[in-house]
């Protein structure tokens, strides 16, 4: 058996670690304050675990999926969301098409797809993809729209599509939020921590504001605001202090350039090159999440889509980081009119009973749904979010912090 440290270390699952944990006693450990510390780990991890559900679902590497230029995260998990016949689909996010291609695949009963994405180097290749599985697969009955376009326009384009569909709504929608490996592969698009690049960060080129306006012209509190807010940094102050020293000889221009900021403000005591490229992460997404305004946009298109689901219809989000996640959640919350607090037990249980009665007629509970939560206006089916399992975070280290949550109209 490992010893108790280095399960800590090597992060093993959290059953693996209580076991451990409790043959503590008889391990040795070297010093008191080490075990109080791998202690404290352990309570971490024991506790994130808790609040998430690993998805166990046997991992599959499509070959069709392995060459794309992006590969699709929790392929199999979206697909089970969407295991019922459906007429409609939405994906707001095509990227590389990989979790479109799938659903059109696996259901030869769908008449309508609509995809939509700002990108347009990702809308070209999502497009050419759709239509070639749509030409191969003599798939004359369905209808395919696709749309250069911001999914906060979900309503108008839906509308563009058919204006029935509008009325009576869409079966399932998708948003894989962030980016695909097409753009943070490309140093051009100035997303990437590693390679150099214009510092852009426009998920659609044709918007006007650019991660350098931020950081170049930007006034100083809005810089700390967006540092502090949208990276969670602890550091924002002295960031925002040496972006506003930096103006002051030109002014930053390159990814290279505010990285190289970034690395000598990060003190080697703090983890060394860890250090800095943690920080840099989390300065880059703060750009990012304020260049493209995405948390303000996902919170108000969350609730377009809703709108836009037929009875019954399934609005699934993967997320990939905590503030992004914490939206889904609580506009999720506030969606279906839960009176309760989140985590009621009796809510928990009458909301996978109703489930259980819902769909009795014609099938059973769906296995992939594990605690649900009812409220007035519909369900969530993920009342802690679903994440990759282990075989995938191997093989795609992209996923890591992808985390799905599905609601359900009423
Ligand atoms: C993670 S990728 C999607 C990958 C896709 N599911 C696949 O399987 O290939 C996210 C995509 O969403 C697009 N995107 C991000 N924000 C958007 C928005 N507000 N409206 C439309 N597309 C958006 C990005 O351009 C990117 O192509």
Redesign the pocket.
């Known amino acids: 058996m490992i010893s108790f440290l280095s399960a800590v270390r090597v992060g093993v699952r959290s059953h693996a670690l209580v076991a451990d944990y409790r043959s503590i006693s008889t391990a040795k450990i070297p010093k008191k304050k080490e075990k109080q510390k791998a202690k404290v780990a352990v309570a971490a991890l024991l506790k994130k675990e808790k609040r998430r559900t690993r998805s166990d679902r046997e991992f599959e590497q499509i070959d069709s999926v392995r060459d794309q230029p992006?590969v699709?995260v929790m392929l199999g998990e979206v697909t089970d969301v969407f295991s019922k016949p459906i007429c409609s689909f939405v994906d707001?996010?095509?990227?590389?098409?990989?979790?479109s291609s799938a659903i059109i695949e696996s259901h030869p009963e769908l008449r309508v797809f609509v995809g939509?994405?700002?990108?347009p180097l990702?809308y070209d290749v999502a497009c050419s993809r759709i239509h070639a599985l749509s030409n191969s697969h003599a798939r004359s009955d369905l209808k395919v729209c696709t749309f250069l376009k911001?999914?906060?326009h979900i309503k108008s384009v839906l509308s563009e599509v058919d204006q029935s569909i509008l009325n009576s709504g869409v079966d399932g929608m998708l948003m894989?939020?962030?980016?695909?490996s097409m753009?943070v592969n490309n140093p051009q698009r100035g997303f990437s921590v590693l390679g150099n690049g214009p510092l852009d960060m426009r998920?659609d080129p044709q918007a006007s504001l650019k991660a350098e306006d931020i950081l170049n012209s930007w006034p100083d509190t809005e810089v700390g605001r967006v540092l502090r807010d949208y990276g969670e940094e602890s550091n924002w102050k002295l960031l925002q202090n040496k972006i506003l020293k930096a103006r002051l000889h030109g002014g930053l221009h390159s990814t290279s350039e505010l990285v190289d900021l970034i690395r000598d403000m990060t003190p080697a005591r703090r983890g060394g090159r860890q250090g800095w490229i943690k920080t840099a992460t989390r300065v880059f997404q703060a750009l990012r999440i304020a260049v493209?305004d995405e948390l303000k946009?996902l919170e108000d298109s969350l609730r377009a889509c809703f709108d836009c689901l037929a009875p019954g219809g399934r609005l699934a989000v993967i997320s990939f980081h905590s503030l992004e996640d914490r939206i889904v959640k609580q506009t999720f919350l506030k969606i279906i009119e839960c009176n309760k607090e989140y985590g009621d037990r009796d809510d928990e249980e009458r909301g996978s009973r109703n489930l259980q009665k819902k769909g009795s007629d014609s099938d059973e509970k769906e296995a992939w749904i594990r605690q649900s939560l009812q409220g007035l206006n519909g369900t969530i089916l993920t009342k802690r979010p679903i994440t990759p399992s282990e075989e995938e975070e191997k093989l795609n280290s992209r996923c890591r912090s992808a985390k799905l949550r599905v609601i359900q109209k009423a």
Request: net charge negative; with cysteine.
């Open positions: 992006h699709p707001c996010t095509l990227g590389a098409a990989g979790h939509m994405d700002v990108d990702a911001n999914f906060k894989d939020l962030g980016m695909s753009q998920m493209n946009t």
